[in-house]
């Protein structure tokens, strides 16, 4: 700490801090345009000039200088005002003063500053800027004439997006902001640098003239897409939800968003929404009321075990409790599942089995304390970008070294120093075991591994995975296994990241305990830093894993689930939210369980595929009507309220199951604090939270682990038939999920489903981007759009499975690699 | 840029050859900070920098694309069209000014029939106004890529654009 002297106030500050930063964690405030405490310091504006008496009173900007002992600060003397005060005057010379139809005003910077230091008359004169406003795109304009060059959006968009779609172009007065060859934007929309712009030069336009930003309540929120667990504002005018404000105090990530949470809003207030409860009757869905439909439901409810369920994870842990209550104790049945019963069983059976506990061992938080990050498959930064984000920031801020295990190469792949393994599909867990090998043959093993159980056994299992052997079957050289397995090894703290969900069958239960056994081996799996990083898919993937809503002591997991209404075993099926008709593998097999079944409930926001198929459709609420919590896929514990009042016709799912539950002779909880307290109780990790201690910033949850060691299974290799190439699925950055495609957001950007395929391939196969071609697989064959793409290694082509329109489960059978055919 | 060169341009890029960008790409690689010197070599096999070849570089040297052309429009020494065989630069200093460099500059641009800084479109000539060319002695002066021509007159002006149309292209 060093002692220093701002504004004749004596104050400490760290050694590292720079005057403006020292100046804030004293409550002194010094004017800012160009800086932001997430990006490293620049000094383009001007505003922050303070004065310092070692410095022989010259004017020196705050935000670039650090504090040294003894510093003497002045940060408003009548000079500094004055040359702030010319600072605006020559920032308003050039920027159009269109305040009134600007939609940044009342939340712009330069508006405030102006303001603040009363510049009412300009002594210079110039021309305004003439440039071209892009409206290339349909979700940021970009205005330059309005642009002050502060070059917070070409920094925010280097040094934590990592996409590098802006910067200065040109020099002197004509310098300003754009992309390569002065296009429109093309980028990944984040819209980070609509978040950080401190004026209106880059908006966001689907909010575009809604509303002035005064005139918005603004009301905080947990995203409702991915795992992450990102902390939204969510912008509310006349019960509507307009926009999401950036709040750079929010949450772990800063309020950092993706181009989801940013711009995915959309379907809170969809014209689309399902307004009133709908009865099938002759073979049509008709309006009907809800003491109808909740009396007919709760009669077909009285079957026990001829009932089973299937509820997505972006329910709240609520309403996820109380509809496994009313399953278990009121109806008495078991047979209840999330996610097609494979995208959670890295964490219900692998870390389960690993960790005696299913869940990660290490936290988002942990991967800037990292100093070695492996993650498994790019696709992290698609599943959750702003993990990926995190991951940008470790590499490039704290020097974390960054390795690749994928299919394809990723945005990840092209960050400094990285490397990137690319393996033949479906070879990864032979090349973690492979990894572990090499850790316990040359003795890199922690001392306390030898004790944790199964040591022996995995010893003698990992024989036949030889660097040599398995280099044969991954395509990865044999010393760059080697390499990569001291390497982890010998760093201090270690962190593996993978992602799972619907689309990425192979990282089940044997992917995780592989994973977990490394870390286990070499003693990195409960240091700060250090660990496994599981990414679950949905918002509460890992608050449905933690109430234990999925198929357990031999019940029948989801897709036995769909089985089991083929056959006749299940008589009534009860579908909370989830799509399985576009998400779960095998259309067919789901088509038909879903006509065999003889009753079917649905209750969801949208007419969805799956919902028009139903005897009976219960429109629900979504997040942004409803209060609760959603546990993140590092176990945070978040707590939301409702930001809007939902419609009269509409009810929560918490609603619905404590209609069902008094329907059926039980006691129905008050609230969904009331459901929470039992949660808390039930829970391990949750004892003592309740929604009112997780009112500010959440808890997370601990996880208590017990090691294991765990042999896994490894699929046999398959060849790839000539002419064929290998198809992996996953998920599209755009998208989270189905419900994504509500989001208008999401869909502007990417619309389709399609099918990515590398340049060797399209070259051999003479297709070129856009072509519709025809995909075949031994299950079916369907229409795709193509996109070729540097990232995709020869043979191997990747699916997204996010659209309805476009349901690749006609073609994908839940098979991690499915063999395909191309043709025009 | 005039019709005919954009046209010219569009023509040019597609038979746009990579391998002779790699070979200066493969020279400098591994060395820190390559990007400068691989723009100027690329540029001096291409004569400009075309924009398949700057997407080329962006992927080879894992640099933003947007950072190339930052760089590419921060300095002047990097041209983005094509230019020209011959290049004339005609000093406008103070010194060739008071001698009449107007009257040299207006000559060439009604001989050559193109502006400051524009190429004509059989991509023979490329023409530029200079601040100084460091010879001030010699006023008024201009120069053809490498040759000085000092002292210049109108009827120079007519002999050196009646010498190089002679010259072959190629």
């Not at chain 1, 940044?104 to 071209?132: A, I, P």
Request: net charge neutral.
């Amino acid at each position: 700490m060093v002692n220093l002297t701002i504004d004749d106030k004596q104050v400490t500050a760290p050694r590292t801090a720079t005057i403006y930063e020292a100046a804030k964690i004293n409550g002194i405030k010094i004017p800012i345009l160009c800086h932001d405490k997430k990006l490293k310091p620049f000094g383009a504006c001007r505003m922050c000039l303070v004065e310092v008496e070692q410095m022989k009173g010259r004017q020196i900007p705050a935000c670039t200088t650090p504090v040294t002992e003894g510093m003497i600060i002045r940060t408003t003397t009548p000079d500094i005002v004055k040359a702030r005060k010319m600072v605006l005057e020559l920032l308003l010379l050039n920027h159009p003063l269109d305040c009134p139809v600007c939609d940044k005003s009342g939340d712009c910077d330069l508006q405030n500053l102006t303001y603040e230091y009363k510049v009412n008359s300009n002594r210079f004169k110039d021309e305004k800027f003439n440039h071209t406003i892009d409206y290339n795109n349909p979700l940021i304009e970009r205005d330059m004439n309005r642009c002050v060059l502060c070059g917070k959006c070409a920094r925010i968009c280097d040094e934590i997006v990592s996409y590098g779609a802006l910067t200065f172009i040109d020099r002197g007065i004509e310098t300003k902001i754009g992309c390569e060859f002065d296009d429109g934007l093309n980028c990944e929309f984040c819209g980070s640098c609509i978040s950080v712009c401190p004026v209106g030069s880059l908006l966001a336009r689907p909010f575009k003239h809604k509303a002035r930003f005064w005139a918005m309540t603004k009301h905080t929120s947990v995203c409702s897409y991915c795992g992450t667990g990102c902390n939204l504002t969510l912008g509310v005018k006349d019960n509507k939800v307009l926009t999401t404000i950036y709040d750079e105090e929010q949450g772990f990530h800063k309020g950092q968003l993706c181009v989801r949470g940013r711009f995915g809003y959309q379907f809170i207030n969809s014209t689309k929404r399902l307004t009133k409860p709908l009865i099938k009757k002759n073979g049509r869905l008709i309006e009907s009321t809800w003491d109808e439909a909740l009396e007919l439901v709760a009669g077909r409810l009285k079957g026990g075990t001829e009932v089973a369920a299937l509820a997505t994870p972006r329910l709240t842990n609520e309403e996820l409790a109380l509809f496994k209550k009313l399953l278990l104790e009121n109806i008495g049945t078991k047979n209840f599942d999330h996610a097609a019963g494979f995208a959670h069983a890295a964490l219900t059976d692998g870390l389960e089995k690993s960790f005696g506990t299913p869940a990660s061992s290490a936290s988002i938080l942990d991967i800037q304390k990292s100093d070695f990050l492996l993650v498994i498959k790019t696709d992290a930064y698609e599943t959750h970008p702003v993990v990926g984000f995190e991951i940008n920031m470790a590499v490039k801020n704290k020097g974390s070294k960054l390795n690749i295990i994928s299919d394809k190469r990723g945005k990840l792949s092209k960050l400094p120093e990285t490397n990137t393994f690319v393996h033949v599909p479906g070879s990864e867990v032979a090349v973690l075991n492979a990894l572990a090998k090499i850790i316990l043959d040359e003795k890199l093993v922690s001392a306390a591994a030898a004790s944790v159980p199964g040591y022996a056994e995995l010893e003698k299992a990992l024989v036949p995975f030889s660097a040599e052997a398995v280099s044969v079957q991954s395509g990865i050289a044999a010393a760059d296994i080697k390499k990569l397995a001291y390497e982890y090894a010998a760093a201090e703290k270690a962190l593996i990241i993978f992602p799972i969900g619907q689309g990425y069958a192979g990282h089940a239960a044997d992917l995780a305990s592989a994973v977990a056994n490394l870390a286990i081996l070499t003693g990195k799996y409960d240091k700060e830093g250090c660990g496994v990083l599981c990414l679950s898919e949905k918002n509460n993937s890992q608050g449905a894993v933690d109430v234990g809503f999925y198929a357990q002591d031999g019940a029948l997991g989801g897709l036995q689930i769909l089985d089991a209404c083929s056959t006749g075993t299940v008589k009534t099926l009860f579908i909370a939210g989830e799509n399985p008709l576009t998400s779960y593998p095998d259309r067919s097999r789901v088509k038909a369980a879903l006509e065999a079944v003889e009753f079917l409930v649905v209750s969801e926001m949208f007419l969805t595929e799956t919902a028009a198929m139903a005897d009976v459709v219960l429109p629900v609420c979504s997040f942004a009507e409803k209060d609760g919590t959603f546990t993140s896929t590092d176990r945070h514990v978040q707590y939301f309220k409702a930001a809007i009042r939902k419609s009269v016709q509409i009810k929560s799912d918490h609603e619905v199951f404590s209609a069902l539950i008094t329907l059926l002779g039980g006691t129905a909880p008050t609230s969904p604090s009331a459901t929470f307290s039992e949660i808390a109780s039930k829970t391990p990790g949750y004892s003592g939270l309740s929604h009112v201690s997780l009112r500010k910033d959440g808890a997370y949850a601990p996880v208590v682990i017990t090691p294991s060691l765990v042999v896994t299974q490894v699929a046999p290799y398959k060849t790839v038939e000539q002419g064929k190439l290998a198809m992996v699925t996953g998920s599209a950055l755009y998208h989270n999920g189905t419900l994504s495609q509500h989001g208008e957001g999401p869909m502007h950007v990417c619309p389709e489903g399609y099918i990515e395929l590398s340049r060797a391939d399209a070259t051999a196969q003479k297709i070129t981007d856009s072509d519709m071609i025809n995909v075949s697989s031994s299950t079916g064959s369907m229409q795709l759009k193509v996109k070729v793409s540097p990232r995709m290694p020869a043979g191997v082509v990747f699916v997204p499975y996010h659209f309805s329109e476009s349901p690749i489960n006609t073609i994908w059978s839940g098979s991690p690699v499915t063999l395909v055919a191309l043709a025009k | 840029m005039s019709d005919a060169v954009a046209q010219q341009t569009e023509e040019l890029e597609p038979v746009i050859d990579l391998s002779i960008a790699d070979t200066v790409i493969d020279k400098y690689i591994d060395i820190p900070g390559n990007l400068m010197p691989v723009l100027q070599g690329v540029q001096d096999e291409y004569g400009y920098i075309p924009r398949v070849v700057a997407d080329h570089i962006a992927e080879r040297l894992n640099v933003y694309p947007s950072q190339i052309y930052g760089v590419l429009t921060f300095y002047s020494q990097f041209h983005l069209k094509p230019r020209g065989k011959f290049i004339i630069r005609v000093c406008v200093g103070t010194a060739c000014h008071v001698q009449g460099a107007t009257r040299i500059v207006d000559t060439f641009f009604d001989k050559l029939h193109i502006g400051h800084a524009e190429t004509s479109p059989d991509l023979r000539y490329t023409f530029e106004k200079v601040a100084c060319l460091g010879a001030c002695g010699m006023a008024p002066l201009a120069m053809v890529n490498d040759s000085t021509y000092g002292a210049m007159t109108v009827q120079k002006v007519e002999e050196i654009v009646a010498d190089y149309n002679q010259r072959p292209l190629k």
